[in-house]
């Protein structure tokens, strides 16, 4: 056995001193950079970031104490440092509340003694607590112990909950109601395309989600009755998918019901019931299921083909295989829409874009808002002239794009401006008066920043 050696030679260090030096250091530079941002958001609160004599809305981003900044702030935060509108909207309301309710959690990231995410959560945890809530939460998690380093560092995520649970039960107990109908007020169901499967992520009212729940479980009964041997959790999510398909629901509980018959009747009769309540499935099945399927349910699949690297990808979707394409085709009656091509120019006399020239748009920019580093889905955006109709601007392909409601109104109540140099391309200027160049989805920051914008101009004229 090799003998021990307690040395004191603090100055030899390893990698894993190297490498908690450099996280010390990112701790500190994310300080910084949350002492810019405020800073930033201290300056141009004294100018309005709104076109004079315009809509100037003030909103507060972070929690109550903290300063109110303009609704517009982060349309200039967001693509000057790479976010989309709702990351930029959230750095503003950690950075203020890093600031102005947290101080002492805030202290630790400039020594750093914390990673910025941990700080962050808590920052987003407490954002609605009280001012004396959240100093509470500020004094606890920031306690160090003799070598300096705070609770919030020593413990896991779990036990920081724990305790901004405890602070807001103890001084506010009506609060769990208070938080569940908020939870009710705050439903909602995801659905997105993940490496080959599409994830699922919501929240139903209590008494929907049980229903749900059993009704999966009835599905995969029959499923299991009809020899589907698949394990439960696979069967579960096939059950939820065949909810969308009333033809294969009916189709199932009918050859369930055909099987019990046929199984001898008697005792199981009286489970038939179970089944005969299901919509359209009572007297004739059959009957009920061709009129459905003459009721069409239809899918309309937009298919873009990528010149560059010859493949075929599904809106929403992403790059599919030839097999997922079949299961996909497989399960729908399929509509085949006329192809738009994006190069034509389509033109409407008045001022309404007609549906065929905002289908158009939608699918252009990779079908997202055209605002820089926006991800917002342009189908359901809405369409702007880029030169107002009322200053001669046409409504057509080239002077249309979409923009969601937020920069939309962005671009109408600030100094925002957008101009379209080519098919597919929108150079952006901002108040600030820096550039952006949108295209195919993406944003690239074009290098220094317009010095005579329109809000400079209006500055001049006023002195
Ligand atoms: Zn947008």
């Known amino acids: 056995m090799r003998a021990a050696t307690l040395t004191d030679n603090t100055g030899s260090k390893d990698g894993l001193d190297i490498a908690l030096d450099a996280r010390r250091r990112i701790a500190k530079s994310e300080a910084a950079q949350y002492d810019a941002l405020t800073a930033y958001l201290g300056q141009v609160a004294e100018e309005s970031l709104a076109r004079a004599g315009g809509v100037n809305e003030w909103t507060r981003y972070g929690g109550s104490g903290t300063p109110s900044v303009s609704e517009y702030a982060a349309c200039e935060v967001g693509p000057a440092l790479g976010l989309s509108a709702s990351g930029g909207r959230d750095l503003i309301a950690d950075a203020l509340d890093l600031t102005y309710r947290l101080p002492q959690l805030f202290a630790c990231l400039h020594e750093g003694s914390v990673d910025a995410w941990r700080i962050r959560k808590v920052a987003r945890k407490t954002r609605r607590f009280t001012i004396a809530q959240a100093a509470d939460a500020d004094r606890r998690l920031a306690a160090a112990n003799v070598d300096g380093t705070p609770l919030i560092a020593r413990v896991g995520m779990a036990r920081v909950n724990q305790i901004l649970d405890q602070i807001r039960i103890t001084e506010d107990p009506d609060d769990p109601e208070h938080r569940r109908n908020e939870n009710r007020n705050r439903r909602s169901v995801s659905i997105w395309p993940d490496d080959g499967v599409a994830r699922i992520a919501g929240t139903l009212s209590l008494d929907d989600g049980k229903r749900l729940d059993q009704r999966l479980d009835q599905i995969v009964e029959s499923l299991r009755f009809l020899g589907d041997n698949r394990a439960y959790d696979i069967l579960r999510s096939v059950a939820l998918g065949m909810l969308d398909e ?169 100094t925002w401006q957008v101009s379209n140099p080519g098919p597919g391309i929108w150079l952006w200027q901002s108040p600030a008066g820096r550039t952006y160049l949108v295209t195919g989805g993406t944003t690239t920051r074009l290098p220094g920043r317009v010095t005579n914008t329109v809000q400079d101009k209006r500055k001049q004229s006023v002195a």
């Open 246 to 414: 009333p033809d294969s629901l009916d189709d199932l509980y009918h050859q369930v019901a055909v099987a019990r018959c046929g199984s001898g009747g008697g005792a199981d009769a009286g489970a038939d019931d179970s089944y005969a309540d299901q919509p359209g499935d009572g007297g004739s099945p059959e009957r009920a299921r061709r009129a459905r399927r003459s009721g069409s349910r239809q899918t309309v699949l937009y298919v873009h083909f990528d010149r560059c690297w010859g493949t075929w990808s599904i809106e929403d979707v992403g790059a599919i295989t030839r097999s997922e394409a079949a299961e996909i085709l497989g399960h729908s009656h399929v509509t085949v829409k006329p192809v738009i091509d994006l190069e034509t120019t389509i033109s409407a006399t008045g001022y309404v874009a007609p549906p065929r020239l905002k289908e158009q748009l939608g699918l252009m920019n990779a079908s997202i808002c055209t605002f820089p580093h926006c991800t917002r889905p342009a189908r359901v955006a809405d369409y702007d002239h880029i030169l107002n109709h009322a200053d001669g601007g046409p409504t057509d392909s080239r002077n249309g794009h979409r923009l969601c409601r937020y920069h939309h109104r962005a671009k109408t109540f600030t």
